[in-house]
């Protein structure tokens, strides 16, 4: 199994910026798909996005789609979520997940996610 550590949350006004980053151990992260997921309080755990293991197949969210962009660095075992145009019903706490294909990454590894808060 691939451990998982994110990193990048906090605290940002609406309209900014922040980039997620997701550190892999374990297993040859090159050989997952990987993605991310928010869970507000109160809320069912949403998928953000999701990028294969080569970055040629990429999914988003339809709340996320066209402002958080997701991408990774295997040479690194990094996965990061670019996000933009923040937005206050974007607070959440953020995780990061990793699993052999993108449909199956909400079964697959998880990291202990990271807080985002955005206020208005």
């Known amino acids: 199994q691939v451990q998982l550590v994110e990193s990048g949350g906090g605290l940002v006004q609406a309209g900014g910026s922040l980039r997620l980053s997701c550190v892999a151990s374990?297993?040859?992260?090159?050989?997952?798909?990987m993605g991310w997921f928010r869970q507000a309080p109160g809320k069912e755990r949403e998928f953000v996005a999701g990028i294969s293991w080569n970055g040629v197949t990429i999914q988003y969210g339809d709340s996320v789609k066209g402002r958080f962009t997701i991408s990774r660095d295997n040479a690194n075992d990094s996965g990061y979520l670019q996000m933009n145009s923040l937005k206050p019903e974007d607070t959440a706490v953020y995780y990061c997940a990793a699993a052999r294909v993108v449909r199956e990454l909400s079964g697959g590894s998880w990291g202990q996610g990271t807080q985002v808060t955005v206020s208005s």
């Open positions: 374990g297993r040859t992260f090159s050989l997952y798909a």
